[in-house]
């Protein structure tokens, strides 16, 4: 089967500017994740939608990111204004459904962004 | 406060040789762990889960509650299996289950 796909692969921007990464999940799959990982960090988990619904956002900086899964398939992330600190990998990752024992994640190559 | 703590960044073996990889949680319930581990230019990928009680590649991992730790282990380390390790704790039940939080990971290394 077809793995999470996510584009672009690299962004490279200067502060203050925005940035999107897509993703597109296995076919299927409800869950979708986003975790930013920074360098000598594991991942860290941004925000979690079951379907098209957000079930957890708590980690996720709301004053510039956002997230949206629209018709409960491909999800957008977004940063605006992006901060030096943003440089990270953004891994987004999906799962048939939400049950950490019961249910697989599946990780997509990541977005590695730098922030100039 | 849940954490997953990987107290090793670099552990480097000789092929053949036996391999532990460290991971230690702190969660005030019932844990969920996992292993994850990214090759070379590959994708961050399951290894095993605590649940399932196997043994994937030669690893195996065991719950110790008492401990509250994790440890991967095998063996006799080979080449491939080069590649940086993640310990994860899945937290939450309702609507956050599933979420995942990882350790800093530590890179294995086997020599020839």
């Known amino acids: 089967e077809a793995g999470v796909a996510q584009s672009p692969r690299y962004k490279i921007i200067e502060k203050r500017q925005s940035v999107a990464f897509w993703c597109n999940p296995i076919?299927?799959?409800?869950?979708l994740y986003w975790y930013q990982q920074i360098l000598g960090q594991g991942p860290k988990l941004l925000i979690q939608f079951q379907n098209n619904g957000v079930v957890d956002d708590s980690q996720l900086p709301k004053d510039r990111f956002s997230a949206e899964r629209l018709k409960g398939v491909d999800s957008t992330l977004k940063i605006q204004p992006a901060k030096l600190e943003d440089s990270a990998v953004y891994l987004c990752?999906?799962?048939?459904?939400?049950?950490?024992?019961?249910?697989?994640?599946?990780f997509g190559p990541g977005t590695r962004l730098t922030v100039l | 406060a849940q954490r997953v703590t990987q107290p090793e960044k670099l552990l480097s073996v000789f092929k053949g040789a036996p391999v532990e990889l460290k991971c230690n949680y702190s969660y005030s319930g019932s844990p969920e762990l996992f292993w994850y581990v990214q090759y070379s230019r590959q994708r961050l990928q399951l290894l095993l889960r605590?649940?399932s009680r196997e043994s994937i590649k030669g690893f195996t991992a065991d719950l110790n509650k008492g401990e509250t730790s994790f440890h991967l282990k095998k063996p006799f380390a080979q080449e491939e299996d080069s590649a940086m390790y993640y310990c994860?704790?899945?937290?939450?039940?309702?609507?956050?289950?599933?979420?995942?939080?990882f350790g800093k990971g530590t890179k294995l290394s086997v020599k020839p």
């Open positions: 990752a999906s799962s048939l459904g939400a049950g950490g024992g019961g249910y697989e994640q599946f």
């Open positions: 605590h649940i």
């Open positions: 076919s299927g799959h409800a869950t």
């Open positions: 994860a704790l899945s937290r939450g039940y309702g609507g956050s289950q599933g979420n995942l939080i």
